[in-house]
Structures are given as structure tokens and as C-alpha cells.
């Protein structure tokens, strides 16, 4: 990256020579991800997250929507859900695939929705709460029989599975640099099918017109070595992620703790556990003093702990989807630290219960 800051910093779609080697950083960057994706590098359109990345997917196929009829699995991000309702305010039909208690998709009613001729379905390669693996080959197959179009938020997949980008089904497939140890400020919109992509930021011909502004050609090229590392990891960097993660999930069940999705097939480095009684925001706060980063299942607004809506989609009720938080692991993490989070955390949760 570091030469995109200095004698590469310039304009790629400028013809001097400062520009020409900041397109020449671009193009191998896309054409490395497009290889790696299973496309031809036009098909990748760069964007600056995975939220504007999915906003794209959903809002640039408007005017190509035949039946105006999208539907999101009750699973996705809230960049996905979030655009869904945009297109509800502009008139498109949405629905909403329920999902198992498992933490999977209802393939069932994705079934019964595609009853009716849709235009588009969204499902996530892997949740980012739960980290529970979507069944993506038979939401591919549904999907496909009823002439829809796939779009895959795979922001979470790379690095934390087995899988390789270029077998993943989906249409449009959504990626982002900062979950793959990567710089923020790079995401693509992958494209699988010569789809025409109506831009939603405008102003300029960058991206075939897909999405206008000045690429950000150093974090797109961190971006793209990033992917190579991950796609290039052993396996026993996974295997050695998913032991870790079993194990933090037997102390929580030791602890009366629930794992959410225990029985589907997860990413190697998420665990998600549901706590009754103790507030996923309060446990966060104690276990930050005590020098562990986790996050909280629900999200905070204005003060006010909110449900998670991923947990109340599996079956847990409100007051429950408060109580939850998200483990994740990765490369930086060591058994030392594990060790110690095993001593900490009964402590903690036994002061919280008020034992």
C-alpha cells in the first residue's frame, strides 16, 4: 500500500504518469479479486464499504425490476434490511424470509415466496452475529428455478471457512476489505451475471459509471492482497480458530449460557451466546475492564438497549435478544489470552447473577 501514498499517489483516471501507476495498482487489485471471484475484472465495481456495496445490490436494480418484488432473509444486515425498506418507500414489494431456530434461512418459505414472481432475493453467506453458515447452494437452487436474481452479502465468508469466493453461489456478491484484516475503506459489488447496475452516488465515469468518485487505489490494493492472504491460509489456522471456539463454547454452557445456531455449521472464529438475565451491554463493559474486546448482540441507540432482531428472528424472545454478546477470534489471538478469559469470565458472571 505504502507506494500509493507516495509515488503512486495519483489520480487513476488521470493520463500522467503518477496516474497511470495508480490505474496500473487498480487494475491489478481487480483483476486479482476478479480471478479469485470466478469474474472477468469488469464485474468488479469497487466501492468504500460493504454497507454502500449492498445498498448498490439492492437499489441499483430498480429500474430493471420486472416485477418489483425483492425479498431479505430476517437475518441480514442491517444494510440490507435497511435498503429493503428504501425500496418499500419507492414502491417495491418486500418480503421477509423467516429464519429456523437454528439460525439458518426457512428454505420453506423462501420456497412459498417464490411463489410469486420476485426479482430478487438476499441472503448472507454467514451471519455476523451468530456466525452461522447459510444453506447458499439451496437458497441458490430455489432462487434460480423462479428466474430470480441472487444477491450474497459474503462480507463475513473469506478467511473464516474453508470455501474459496470462487464457489460461492450468488449473482451479486458483496465483499469488504476490514473483515479480512484489510484497510477500511474498500468493498466491492461483485458481479456474476452481465447485469446493468444503476449508480446511486453520481458524478463521474469511474467504475463504468457503476459508482462515481475517486477510488481509494491504496486501501483497494491493501484490499486485494488481504484477500490472497486469507484465501491462501492452511487449514490448520481454521481448524485451530474453531477448537478455540468450541472450547469458549463449553465454558459457556457450563455456565448455563446458550449458544445461538450450536447445531448449524458456523464460521471457526464466531460464537454468539445468549445470557438470560444479564444484559449483553453490561457484560461488554466488565469484560472491557478486564481487557477483553467483545461486542454486544443488540446495537445501541440513544442509550437505550435495543433486542438483537437476528436473535428474535431465531425464536428468542425480546428481553432474551438483550442478553446476548459476540465472540470473535482471530490471527492476533492467543491461548494465553483464552486462559485467562476462562479464569475471568465466571467471576463476572457469577457478580452479575448476584451470586
Not at 4 to 28: F, I, K, M, T
Not at 39 to 47: E, I, M, Q, R, Y
Not at 280 to 309: Q, R, Y
Amino acid at each position: 500500500m505504502a507506494p500509493y501514498w507516495r509515488e503512486r499517489c495519483g489520480n487513476p483516471s488521470s493520463v500522467h504518469r503518477a496516474g497511470r501507476l495508480a490505474r496500473q495498482g487498480l487494475d491489478e487489485a481487480r483483476l486479482d479479486i476478479a480471478t479469485r471471484c470466478g469474474v472477468a475484472p469488469g464485474s468488479v465495481v469497487f466501492t468504500a464499504t460493504g454497507s454502500e456495496a449492498d445498498n448498490l445490490a439492492l437499489t441499483g436494480l430498480i429500474p430493471r425490476m420486472k416485477h418489483r418484488r425483492v425479498a431479505v432473509s430476517a437475518l441480514e444486515h442491517p444494510a440490507v434490511l435497511e435498503a429493503a425498506l428504501r425500496l418499500r418507500g419507492l414502491g417495491i414489494a418486500v418480503e421477509v424470509i423467516g429464519a429456523t431456530s437454528s439460525g439458518q434461512v426457512d428454505l420453506e418459505d423462501l420456497a412459498r415466496i417464490l411463489q410469486t414472481p420476485t426479482d430478487l432475493v438476499s441472503v448472507m453467506a454467514a451471519n455476523n452475529e451468530t456466525g452461522v453458515i447459510q444453506p447458499l447452494d439451496e437458497v441458490a437452487g430455489l432462487v434460480a428455478k423462479a428466474g430470480a436474481l441472487l444477491h450474497v452479502d459474503a462480507v463475513q465468508w473469506p478467511g473464516k471457512q474453508r470455501g474459496k469466493l470462487a464457489d460461492l453461489p450468488g449473482d451479486l456478491v458483496t465483499l469488504a476489505s476490514h473483515k479480512i484484516y484489510g484497510p477500511k475503506g474498500a468493498a466491492a459489488l461483485v458481479l456474476r451475471k452481465p447485469l446493468v447496475i444503476e449508480a446511486q452516488i453520481v458524478g463521474g465515469p469511474h467504475e463504468r459509471r457503476r459508482r462515481a468518485g475517486t477510488e481509494n487505489v491504496a486501501a483497494i490494493v491493501g484490499f486485494a492482497k488481504a484477500l490472497a492472504l486469507v484465501e491462501g491460509q492452511g487449514d490448520h489456522d481454521l481448524s485451530r480458530l474453531a477448537a478455540w471456539r468450541d472450547d469458549l463454547d463449553r465454558l459457556a454452557l457450563d455456565l448455563g449460557l446458550i449458544v445461538a445456531g450450536q447445531g448449524s455449521p458456523r464460521l471457526v472464529n464466531t460464537t454468539c451466546w445468549v445470557m438470560p438475565q444479564i444484559h449483553g451491554e453490561t457484560l461488554l463493559m466488565k469484560l472491557d475492564l478486564a481487557g477483553f474486546a467483545v461486542s454486544s448482540g443488540s446495537a445501541c441507540s440513544s442509550g437505550a438497549v435495543k433486542p438483537s432482531p437476528v436473535l428474535q428472528a431465531m425464536g428468542f424472545s425480546q428481553e432474551a435478544a438483550k442478553c446476548s454478546i459476540r465472540i470473535s477470534l482471530g490471527r492476533e489471538t492467543t491461548s494465553g489470552e483464552l486462559d485467562r478469559f476462562s479464569r475471568v469470565l465466571p467471576g463476572i458472571i457469577a457478580a452479575l447473577r448476584g451470586g
